[in-house]
């Protein structure tokens, strides 16, 4: 049984940062490309950032390039995800996702998700 397992959402204020952890099981971590997305109250699901499988290629949406970093570990099954700079405007459910097929920023490619986490961040 998969299970992608987040951790690490908060409660901050804006300006500061924040580190989502998301640990894996049930699949081999190694062969799937990795992803955070997002989901804001009463918005749609959005992508957030993605990395290959061997970590060699990053992707971030527009409205976190620069401020956030996507890594991973693959000998501990672990995907991370570094906020720097937090606006209220990245206040959502953050979710890890797990999949094989492109584009990285389409969360129907993705095959397996977690639970979420929540980072609210305040003004």
């Known amino acids: 049984q998969v299970q992608l397992v987040e951790s690490g959402g908060g409660l901050v204020q804006a300006g500061n940062s924040l580190r989502l952890s998301c640990t894996a099981s049930?699949?081999?971590?190694?062969?799937?490309?990795m992803a955070w997305f997002r989901q804001a109250p009463g918005k749609e699901r959005e992508f957030v950032a993605a990395?290959?499988?061997?970590?060699?290629?990053?992707d971030y949406a527009d409205s976190v390039k620069g401020r956030s970093a996507i890594s991973r570990d693959n000998a501990k099954n672990t995907l991370y995800l570094q906020m720097n700079s937090l606006k209220p405007t990245d206040t959502a459910v953050y979710y890890c996702?797990?999949?094989?097929?492109?584009?990285?920023?389409?969360?129907?490619?993705?095959?397996?998700w977690g639970q979420g986490t929540q980072v609210t961040v305040s003004s």
């Open positions: 996702a797990a999949g094989t097929k492109l584009p990285r920023w389409a969360a129907s490619q993705y095959d397996y």
């Open positions: 049930g699949l081999t971590f190694s062969n799937y490309r």
């Open positions: 990395i290959t499988w061997s970590g060699g290629t990053t």
